[in-house]
């Protein structure tokens, strides 16, 4: 079984930076990445990364954000730099596991004046 904890979320005001942290425990797990749901709106991709460290970003957010892994550290990360208040929403870390994906409980971002 595998776990996901998702940390880093908090009240921001727009231009500033945040950044996101996820801890697997468990079992051995290859892509991972970031989802987001903001209220009223499906969950959509933010990023993913392969386990060899190549990343994937939704157009909303190339350029201002960057995903990294360390698998030493079962660890990926999402740093959000000139968060606009549209980036509001929960966060949710991902982690693709040999027979079925995995979501962590998710972290509450939120960009307001």
């Known amino acids: 079984q595998v776990q996901l904890v998702e940390s880093g979320g908090g009240l921001v005001q727009p231009g500033e930076p945040l950044r996101l942290s996820c801890v697997a425990s468990?079992?051995?797990?290859?892509?991972m990445g970031w989802y987001r749901q903001a209220p009223g709106k499906e969950r959509e991709l933010v990023a993913t990364?392969?386990?060899?460290?190549?990343?994937d970003y939704a157009d909303s957010v190339k350029g201002r954000f960057t995903i990294s892994r360390d698998n030493a550290k079962n660890t990926i990360y999402l740093q959000m730099n000139s968060l606009k208040p549209e980036d509001t929403a929960v966060y949710y870390c991902?982690?693709?596991?040999?027979?079925?994906?995995?979501w962590g409980q998710g972290t509450q971002v939120t960009v307001s004046p």
């Open positions: 468990g079992n051995w797990l290859s892509d």
């Open positions: 991902n982690g693709k596991g040999i027979s079925r994906t995995y």
């Open positions: 990364i392969t386990r060899g460290g190549s990343p």
